[in-house]
């Protein structure tokens, strides 16, 4: 059996006294690629947020290779749907973010090509087309080997094409690097064309989890569809009523 990367067990969190995630427990092995789906509102990001140990929850607690995640989680990057860039550093330094130590700039040499990036090095972000920004974001926080690579809906912003580029590029790093993944994406079937498991989050729950046993790469549309339809469903509430 894979080892757990991540044990989350109990998890509540409380804003303002509103409940905005109750009872959440579930594991990630090592290597997993898990999406997180889940209406507007519905606690992704909250959830991401104490994974990366940005904030606390309030009972509960998070494990990472059995430790307890408190404060920063040093061994997570997590990247959102605005690339974050520093308009004042060139490409490459956006990525060593200015270190010029020769084996950082020999690292983010590479990141850069591995995101397919490696002609941009001296380009500034302002220069660059959305896509090509989420990549230079992407290099970044692959810096510092996390073992754990946290996207909230990091391709919401870009067109169609750009965004399947990026989808086809997210999985040959995954594979390539041997990095656990958690998207949170509300499209539910880039969700099934990219995760081992679907998570989905509703009514402050983990409402719904599922494996999705299809091999890569899922160019099967109908398979892709059957289980996004049935995902949706649970989403919005129709599940039982097929069931019934
Ligand atoms: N820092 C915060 N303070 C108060 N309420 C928050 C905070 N962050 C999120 N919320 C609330 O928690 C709920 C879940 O938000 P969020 O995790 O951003 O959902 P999602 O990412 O699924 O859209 C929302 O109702 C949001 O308003
Ligand atoms: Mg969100």
């Known amino acids: 059996m894979q080892k757990n990367l991540i044990e989350v067990r109990h998890i509540q969190k409380v804003y303002n006294e509103r409940?905005?995630?109750?009872?959440?427990?579930?594991?990630?092995a090592a290597g997993d690629f898990v999406a997180l789906v889940g209406m507007?509102?519905?606690?992704?990001s909250t959830l991401l947020?104490?994974?990366?140990?940005?904030?606390?929850?309030?009972s509960g607690e998070i494990l990472q290779n059995d430790v307890a995640v408190t404060?920063?989680?040093?061994?997570?990057?997590?990247m959102f749907?605005?690339?974050?860039?520093?308009?004042?550093?060139?490409?490459?330094?956006?990525?060593?973010?200015?270190?010029?130590?020769?084996?950082?700039?020999?690292?983010?040499?590479?990141?850069?090509?591995?995101?397919?990036?490696?002609?941009?090095?001296?380009?500034?972000?302002?220069?660059?087309?959305?896509?090509?920004?989420?990549?230079?974001a992407l290099a970044r926080a692959l810096m510092a080997d996390p073992e754990l690579l946290l996207l909230d809906e990091p391709l919401g912003a870009l067109d169609a094409l750009t965004r399947q580029k990026m989808q086809k590029l997210i999985l040959k790093i995954w594979q390539k690097r041997q990095v656990t993944i958690v998207l949170v994406t509300h499209d539910v079937t880039e969700a099934v064309r990219m995760a081992t498991k679907v998570l989905v989050i509703k009514d402050q729950k983990i409402?719904?989890?599922?494996?999705?046993?299809?091999?890569?790469?899922?160019?099967?549309?109908?398979?892709?569809?059957?289980?996004?339809?049935?995902?949706?469903?649970?989403?919005?509430?129709?599940?039982?009523?097929?069931?019934?």
Do not use: M
């Open 207 to 244: 409402a719904w989890q599922t494996a999705i046993d299809l091999t890569y790469p899922r160019k099967n549309l109908v398979e892709v569809d059957q289980a996004a339809q049935q995902i949706t469903q649970v989403i919005l509430d129709e599940h039982q009523e097929k069931e019934a």
């Open 71 to 78: 404060g920063l989680n040093t061994k997570c990057r997590v």
């Open 49 to 58: 947020r104490l994974l990366a140990g940005l904030e606390a929850p309030t």
């Open 40 to 44: 507007s509102g519905g606690g992704k």
């Open 81 to 136: 749907q605005e690339d974050r860039l520093l308009p004042w550093f060139n490409v490459l330094k956006n990525v060593t973010l200015g270190d010029k130590q020769p084996e950082q700039i020999a690292k983010a040499t590479e990141l850069l090509d591995l995101v397919e990036l490696a002609d941009f090095s001296a380009a500034y972000p302002q220069s660059l087309s959305g896509g090509q920004k989420q990549r230079v």
């Open 19 to 28: 409940l905005v995630l109750n009872n959440i427990d579930f594991t990630i």
